[in-house]
């Protein structure tokens, strides 16, 4: 605490007064500087600006919003977002490099794609009426299982088709009855 009633205007060693603005030099706040829980939310009356980098050890707990208007890295081998519902927000695109576990449903609003190849080569969607599969890259789209292959319609279950690996049996269906068998 200050209890003087006049601050001259210079350097003071760590800090530099100009009027009612004090400015701590650079590098001379460290660990060494600053006893175990010395600066809280009880005596920071403002947002704290860092410009440069912020690099924290341990376990940190943020009780509000963490604003980031740059690059935001995480070295560590895990992310972990602990909050009273857990969900996480990213705007923008989240690049992942290994494998990726989902333990729930990943949901896709109408009209948002489920990409796949370099390129998009394949598009999984809903367009709010209608749901596609569609192969946009170059060879076949390949519908493979060492077990039989049912097309059905979702509702009551009616076979439409069922195409059978490993002999050259093709039964097609309508109004849920064989009309077509190939021999």
Known sequence: NVTSTAVTN???GDITVSGSTWTIDNNAVNTA?????????????????IAGTLDVTGATTLDSTLGVASDFSVNTNKF??????GDTT???????TGATTFDSNATFNDNKKLLAGQHGDIEIYHDGSHSYIKGLGTGNLRFT???DIYVQKNTGGTTLGVFKPGTTTVDLYAG???RFETT
Do not use: F, Q, W
């Open 33 to 49: 500087k600053i006893a175990n829980d010395a600066v809280d939310g009880n005596k920071l009356a403002n947002n704290i600006d």
């Open 145 to 147: 299982s060492d077990a």
């Open 10 to 12: 210079g350097d003071k």
């Open 80 to 85: 972990t977002v602990a909050g009273s519902d």
């Open 176 to 178: 849920g009855t064989k």
């Open 90 to 96: 990213i705007a923008g695109t989240l690049g992942v």
